[in-house]
């Protein structure tokens, strides 16, 4: 069965300071994996989805995240932090390419302090 | 394009009673799965329809169905209501391009409170 575990609840990290969120999946065959974002009172955002056409993904933001096999780990990364990229942080991991069952982590919060 | 909606935005509701709550999908998506999002549980999947038929389902009671409609709105109903039935519900479309990994595209979601 796959699942996702985020290590962390809880992020706080510094304006400017670089951001690393871990995600460590589960999976059975190739997976396919994505980072979402969630501000509050809202829905998730795709920030980046991995789909073995390149480990190194980028995506919205200035986010990027490297998927490592041989660690089993898509963790996502942003070099500097903004003030607005404090929000709640998803991985989620699914089988298939087109099955809408995306299993999700618990979630990282991050916090930016000035 | 318009993105993903949902309504309502926010129900309150009593034990017991039953609700609906609706999701249009982004033009052209075929695909809309529902995810239950609680503070204790997090994002738990409830199901997905593609073309008006259940495809996917996940480990939720019998009390929560959904439906598809040919214009591809989806419905979600849950009878019954139980206090922990409190959560956000989102919904998320998929175009599914074959030979393309799927992306799913959430709503706002609807905050439900059982009182």
């Known amino acids: 069965a796959q699942s996702v575990t985020q290590l962390g609840s809880h992020v706080s990290v510094s304006e400017g300071a670089l951001v690393l969120l871990r995600c460590n999946y589960s999976?059975?065959?190739?997976?396919?994996l994505f980072w979402y974002v969630q501000y509050p009172n809202q829905g998730l955002q795709l920030l980046l989805k991995y789909t073995s056409a390149a480990t190194l993904v980028k995506g919205i933001n200035g986010f990027e995240a490297e998927f490592k096999k041989s660690e089993t780990s898509f963790h996502l990364t942003k070099p500097s932090a903004h003030m607005s990229d404090a929000a709640e942080y998803f991985c989620a991991v699914s089988e298939g390419g087109s099955q809408g069952n995306l299993i999700f982590g618990k979630g990282t919060k991050l916090s930016v302090k000035p | 394009k318009a993105g993903v909606t949902q309504t309502p935005r926010y129900l309150i509701k009593t034990r017991g009673q039953q609700v609906t709550l609706s999701c249009s999908p982004i033009s052209g998506h075929r695909s809309v799965s529902w995810y239950q999002q609680t503070p204790g549980q997090g994002l738990q999947f409830l199901f997905e329809?593609?073309?008006?038929?259940?495809?996917n389902k996940g480990n939720f009671p019998g009390r929560f169905s959904g439906r598809q409609f040919s214009n591809s709105r989806s419905e979600m109903n849950v009878s019954t209501l139980e206090l922990g039935d409190s959560a956000l519900y989102l919904c998320?479309?998929?175009?599914?391009?074959?030979?393309?990994?799927?992306?799913?595209?959430f709503g706002p979601g609807t905050r439900l409170t059982v009182l």
């Open positions: 999976s059975s065959v190739p997976p396919y």
């Open positions: 329809y593609f073309s008006e038929t259940q495809r």
């Open positions: 998320a479309s998929s175009l599914e391009v074959a030979g393309e990994v799927d992306t799913q595209y």
